[in-house]
């Protein structure tokens, strides 16, 4: 059964931090790509980072610098580091697992910022 679960989402202040962890399971994680996407209330749905199987990394021009996307295919997870935090960073948070034209998606974990 393919399973992607985040976690680590939660409450903090603007400029603090939060780490994101996306486990997977059912499928051979390592050939995959892996992103996160971000969904605000009332928002479509954004791209914020991606990781490629060979380590290679990109993201969003509102995060580059504060987030810092990694992974570890010996546990199955992908991470999202989330650091100096603002209030428009809010929004539910997907990973999404992406090879050919298979493409899995998580259920999501809220990411609320917020004094």
């Known amino acids: 059964q393919v399973q992607l679960v985040e976690s680590g989402g939660g409450l903090v202040q603007p400029g603090g931090s939060l780490r994101l962890s996306c486990a997977a399971s059912?499928?051979?994680?390592?050939?995959?790509?892996i992103r996160w996407y971000r969904q605000a209330p009332g928002k479509e749905r954004e791209f914020v980072a991606v990781i490629f199987v060979g380590g290679t990394t990109n993201y969003a021009d509102s995060v580059k610098g504060r987030f810092t996307i990694s992974r570890d295919n010996a546990l199955n997870t992908v991470y999202l580091q989330m650091n100096s935090l603002k209030p428009e960073d809010t929004a539910e948070y997907y990973c999404?697992?992406?090879?050919?034209?298979?493409?899995?998606w998580g259920r999501g974990t809220q990411v609320t910022v917020s004094s």
């Open positions: 059912g499928f051979t994680f390592s050939r995959y790509t």
């Open positions: 999404n697992a992406r090879y050919q034209t298979v493409n899995y």
